[in-house]
C-alpha cells in the first residue's frame, strides 16, 4: 500500500471564494457554511490526489456534511455542531497527512463557538 502524499494547499478557486481551509474571515452562519463546503469540496480533492484515504475521507465528509445539515437549520444546535466537527476531526487525526484538516475542523469549531 502506497502511504498517502502529503496534502497541498487549498486550490486558489476555494481561496477566492473565501473557502478553503481559512476559517479565520467566517463571521456569521452563511460564512460557516460556504467554508465547510469549501472544506468538503478539498476533502474530495485531497481523496482524488491520493492525499488522503478515500474511506477517511468518506468518514470525514460525511461528519462535515452533518454538520452543514444543521448549520442551515434557522436556530442550529451549537452542541450537535460541535459534535459533527469533533466526529470528523477524529476520524482524521488518525492520518498524518490529514493534519491540514484536522488544524481547520479546529478552526471552524472556536468559529462555531464565536457564532452559536
Not at 476555494?14 to 481559512?22: E, H, N, T
Not at 474530495?44 to 492525499?51: N, P, V
Not at 468518506?58 to 450537535?80: C, I
Request: aromatic share 4%; glycine share 4%; hydrophobic share 45%.
Amino acid at each position: 500500500m502506497q502511504s498517502p502524499k502529503p496534502l497541498e494547499p487549498p486550490s486558489a478557486a476555494s481561496q477566492a471564494a473565501g473557502g478553503g481551509l481559512d476559517f479565520s474571515a467566517v463571521h456569521n452562519n452563511l460564512d460557516l457554511y460556504d467554508a465547510l463546503q469549501a472544506l468538503n469540496g478539498e476533502l474530495a480533492r485531497a481523496s482524488q490526489s491520493g492525499s488522503l484515504a478515500p474511506d477517511l475521507e468518506a468518514r470525514a465528509s460525511s461528519f462535515v456534511t452533518q454538520a452543514l445539515a444543521e448549520v442551515r437549520m434557522p436556530v442550529p444546535n451549537r452542541t450537535t455542531v460541535l459534535e459533527h466537527l469533533d466526529d470528523a476531526k477524529s476520524c482524521l487525526a488518525e492520518s498524518p497527512s490529514a493534519e491540514a484538516f484536522v488544524q481547520a475542523l479546529s478552526q471552524a469549531a472556536e468559529r462555531v463557538e464565536a457564532l452559536f
